[in-house]
């Protein structure tokens, strides 16, 4: 391995450590729209859309 690519290893593991912590955090924001009364609404509001277009209800 030459010495550029040796001193840029860091800098991958830097960047998987950034990927991993907005992943996160965008899984938590989720959860918690989702979880309240607003994620209920929109799951039924959305379900129910679906099944119009599908003529089952």
Do not use: C, P, W
């Not at 907005?22 to 959305?46: E, R, V």
């Amino acid at each position: 391995m030459d010495r550029s690519a040796q001193g840029e290893r860091g800098v991958t593991t830097a960047e998987y450590a950034v990927a991993t912590a907005a992943g996160a955090g965008f899984a938590g924001l989720l959860y918690k729209l989702l979880s309240g009364g607003f994620g209920d609404h929109l799951i039924k509001t959305f379900f129910n859309h679906v099944l119009d277009l599908l003529g089952l209800r």
